[in-house]
């Protein structure tokens, strides 16, 4: 399996009203255990992961990533990931919903993966075959020297939460990072499909 990364939220005092917001972490294995990682760290071929998704509204959460290979996977729900993809207002998940992890795998680059929430469910999520990998095969994770240098963490800033592009309510949404978490929220309510995509750097 190919995949992914995250996010955890906290947008205090960056809008008086915050009618919808998501929290997604991504946690990296290490040794027995399980750490928080910044959304844009550069990781390593075959590490694994798993994410914590929390959201304030309710509806059905679909996980799909476009890796740098250009194949497209439906990463959640799924058999082996876990089938029950019903998610209730301020109640926290982890995807996958098993005990197994998503491995790091594909040519260096960002792997691309699509978060939907829909209002129902659906028979069969939209998984769109890309003829080429998701983000050109020249662009590669750079480390930026300011971002947790003493620690010799690679830390890429063109990785995590983004908009995307062809997603009406993906413009409504506001993306902010903080340490290990990113943002993801409207001033609004969403309604219909809330989607959204994050970019994964791995190498």
Same mark, same amino acid.
């Given at each position: 399996?190919?995949? *992914?990364?995250?996010? /955890? #939220? ?5 809008? =008086? ?7 997604? +972490? ?13 959304? @844009? /760290?550069?990781?390593?071929?075959? %590490? ?18 476009? !890796?740098?290979?250009?194949? !497209?996977? #439906? /990463? ?13 207002? @301020?109640?926290?998940?982890?995807? =996958?919903? +098993? ?5 790091? $795998?594909?040519? $260096?680059?960002? &792997? ?6 829909? =209002?129902? /469910?659906?028979?069969? =999520? ?5 003829? %080429?990998?998701? +983000? ?7 480390? &930026? &020297? ?6 010799? &963490? ?5 990785? @995590?939460?983004?908009?995307? *592009?062809?997603?009406?309510? !993906? ?14 929220? !409207?001033?609004?309510? #969403? ?13």
């Amino acid at each position: 399996m190919r995949l *992914a990364v995250v996010f /955890l #939220l906290a947008l205090a005092g960056a809008f =008086p009203q915050i009618a919808s917001r998501m929290e997604i +972490t991504l946690e990296r294995r290490d040794g027995n255990d399980w750490k928080a990682v910044d959304p @844009g /760290l550069v990781l390593a071929a075959k %590490e694994r992961v798993r994410f914590r998704f929390k959201s304030n509204f309710k509806g059905y959460l679909y996980v799909i990533n476009h !890796s740098t290979s250009g194949s !497209s996977t #439906l /990463l959640f729900p799924r058999q082996d990931t876990g089938s029950m993809n019903r998610i209730e207002a @301020g109640k926290e998940y982890v995807v =996958p919903a +098993t005990q197994g992890a998503f491995r790091v $795998e594909g040519p $260096e680059g960002y &792997d691309v993966i699509s978060w939907m929430v829909s =209002p129902v /469910l659906l028979a069969a =999520p939209n998984l769109p075959e890309r003829a %080429e990998p998701a +983000t050109p095969v020249e662009m590669k994770p750079r480390c &930026d &020297d300011t971002i947790f240098k003493a620690r010799g &963490d690679c830390v890429d800033t063109a990785a @995590g939460p983004k908009s995307q *592009a062809d997603s009406n309510s !993906s413009r409504e949404l506001v993306f902010m990072r903080q340490k290990n978490s990113s943002v993801i929220a !409207s001033p609004i309510p #969403l309604k219909g499909p809330v989607v959204y995509e994050f970019r994964l750097a791995h190498r």
